[in-house]
């Protein structure tokens, strides 16, 4: 299996702060790479896939960038709606495997 | 609108059975491959299994194999999740997701609301 080594694994930042979220995989699986947020008690929610495209209706302060191994996830403004938990996942080869999860809190 | 309803979950004993489904709306169900991720409580997402469009082909994470069996019905717009001998790991928030038509495997841009799974005696 593919594993997926996201960090850090917590963060703590200022509104207006720019966030940075790396993910690392264990092998090369090209930019099938999808980025979630997920609040305390709902469902993840799409950001980013393919490594870099905006999913419609969510806001351009987020973005993705990396193919290969190696991926960086980037809130430009940190917003207090943005407080959450935020997750990595590849599809470059079965079974689909997640990050451990980047929290996210507003200092 | 797409919506994703699950139903079934509750506290089941080690060793019982529980059957998971999820309704299925807004979208032509039967066009989409289909999947279950969980979340046990606090911990991160693990996908659980996917099914085809036409329910002929399916796959599993090992922790499942062998216990768990996914499934469909296109003519009720439902997909289910047939869980034997439970374990307490088994103990999660089941979600269901769908990816685009696209792509079978992801990304996920529709989740249910998730239903709970209690195993514990």
């Known amino acids: 299996d593919i594993q997926m080594t996201q960090s850090p694994s917590s963060l703590s930042a200022s509104v207006g702060d720019r966030v940075t979220i790396t993910c690392q995989a264990s092998q090369d699986i090209s930019n099938y790479l999808n980025w979630y947020q997920q609040k305390p008690g709902k469902a993840p929610k799409l950001l980013i896939y393919?490594?870099?495209n905006l999913e419609t209706g969510v806001p351009s302060r987020f973005s993705g960038s990396g193919s290969g191994t190696d991926f960086t996830f980037t809130i430009s403004s940190l917003q207090p709606e943005d407080i959450a938990t935020y997750y990595c996942?590849?599809?470059?080869?079965?079974?689909?495997?997640f990050g451990g999860g980047t929290k996210v809190e507003i200092k | 609108e797409v919506q994703l309803v699950e139903s079934g979950g509750g506290l089941v004993q080690p060793g019982g059975s529980l059957r998971l489904s999820c309704a299925a709306s807004?979208?032509?169900?039967?066009?989409?491959?289909m999947h279950w991720v969980r979340q046990a409580p606090g911990k991160g997402l693990v996908w659980v299994s996917r099914?085809?469009?036409?329910?002929?082909?399916?796959s599993y994470a090992d922790s499942v194999k062998g216990r768990f069996t996914i499934s469909r019905d296109n003519a009720k717009n439902t997909l289910y999740l047939q869980m034997n001998s439970l374990r307490a790991e088994d103990t999660a928030v089941y979600y269901c997701?769908?990816?685009?038509?696209?792509?079978?495997?992801?990304?996920?841009?529709?989740w249910g609301q998730g239903t709970l799974v209690t195993v514990s005696s």
């Open positions: 393919d490594a870099s």
């Open positions: 996942q590849q599809y470059d080869n079965p079974p689909l495997t």
């Open positions: 997701a769908r990816p685009p038509l696209s792509s079978g495997l992801s990304p996920f841009d529709y």
């Open positions: 099914i085809n469009s036409d329910g002929s082909s399916t």
């Open positions: 807004g979208f032509t169900f039967s066009s989409y491959w």
